[in-house]
Structure formats: C-alpha cells, structure tokens
Nanobody, 118 residues
Framework: VQLQASGGGLVQAGGSLRLSCKAS????????MAWYRQAPGKQRELVAS???????YGDDSDKGRFTISRNSAENTVYLQMDILKAEDTAVYYC?????????????WGQGTQVTVSS
C-alpha cells in the first residue's frame, strides 16, 4: 500500500491550504482514511477521519475551519483547511485503514509540512 500526500506549504495566518492523499496498491477493503498532525515536541493527533462510520474531527474547534472529504472511486482523501493559525503548523500525515481478514491494519503516508506564519 502506498499513500501519497501533497498540498502542504507555507501560508500566512488566515490563509487556506488543501491537502490531498491518494491510496494505492491494496486489494483489501478500505475502512477509513484520516489526517493526523504532529507539531514539534508534541504527540501525533487526529485532525479528521472519514469512512463508512461517518466523519469525525479530533478537535471540535476545527470543525468550522477544516473540512475532510473523499473521492471513493480514486481512494483519495482531502483536507481543506481555512482560517489557518500559527498553531496549525505541523507535519500532516495521511492514514488509511484496511480490513484484512478479521482484523484491520493501518498504513501511513510520508507526511507533508504545513507552516503557518503569524
């Protein structure tokens, strides 16, 4: 399984970025896809996930600024980030969870850097 993330970059506070991540190479059922982020010195945290169980956001305060969406036909997940803040600066990672037999397995992308200047 390969996850190719893109869309990160440098943006001023208040600006927008759209991340995308395409999953490929698996013959198994895709359960859900998600975005996580990890800021320097902090643990990796969930930003948003989307799948058969619906949509979830790691922080309710992000709901109004971040929007996760998915193109199921292309196994691609997007994260639209608006009104970005300096504290959104982090490496953003894409995750895909597949159903393998009776279990599930997570695969991670390489991460894309998002830097918000204040």
């Amino acid at each position: 399984v390969q996850l190719q993330a893109s869309g990160g970059g440098l943006v001023q506070a208040g600006g927008s970025l759209r991340l995308s991540c395409k999953a490929s190479g698996s013959i198994f059922s895709l359960v859900h896809m998600a975005w996580y982020r990890q800021a320097p010195g902090k643990q990796r945290e969930l930003v948003a996930s989307i799948g058969a169980g619906g949509i979830a956001y790691g922080d309710d305060s992000d709901k109004g600024r971040f929007t996760i969406s998915r193109n199921s036909a292309e196994n691609t997940v997007y994260l639209q980030m608006d009104i970005l803040k300096a504290e959104d600066t982090a490496v953003y990672y894409c995750k895909a969870q597949y159903k393998l037999g009776s279990g599930r397995r997570d695969f991670w992308g390489q991460g894309t850097q998002v830097t918000v200047s204040s």
